[in-house]
């Protein structure tokens, strides 16, 4: 009798904690979905849910979807804070994405030198990828724009704003050309020719 009730509470602790980690896979995968249908609260629910119980093995990658349904939804704080768990892997293409990440969130802070380091971070993984080499080459530019005291975004913001004046100008020219030529009038005067009545 004792033996059959100890049996049956090990079967019940292993098909619990089975249950909760087939549970804790159904929401990372239901939030994966609602992540594709473009749902990120929902997705952003689902994958913190996984996360209440005991650490799991699959946690940097939860952490790293977490940080990804942030940054869509506009909280770039709480996506680098997730992104930063994700990189405690050793999974190498989970890595990868997370350097790439937070080099985005770095370059759209103006943190351009950190930007600098996660990007090399990733290619340091997987150097055929080139939006990361893009994104180097972009994060160095900025860093030596601000070195030299030359602001870059200003500079393309006033050339942007110049073309556009330029373009304007070209426009009004051309339609005053054409208004030129329509309201000429004629020297020589038309007459309507004899109207045959028969």
Known sequence: MEKSFLS??????LLLGSCSGSTSHLSVFRGNQDYIKGNFQEANLKYLQPLDGLPGKYDE????NLGNTYFVLGESSSAEVEWVQAL????????FSTYFNLGVYYYDEGRYEDAYVYFRKSLEIDRTVMDAKRNLELSLEKIESHESGQPQA??????????????ADRV???VKRKE????VSPD???EPGPVNDW
Do not use: P
């Open 188 to 190: 020589v005067s038309e």
């Open 8 to 13: 049956i509470i090990v079967l019940l602790v």
């Open 180 to 183: 030129e030529k329509r309201w």
């Open 61 to 64: 990658w939860i952490h790293y």
């Open 172 to 174: 009004l020219e051309y």
């Open 154 to 167: 200003v500079n393309k913001a006033e050339e942007m704003e110049k073309e556009q004046e330029d373009y």
């Open 88 to 95: 405690g892997t050793s999974d190498r293409a989970l890595l």
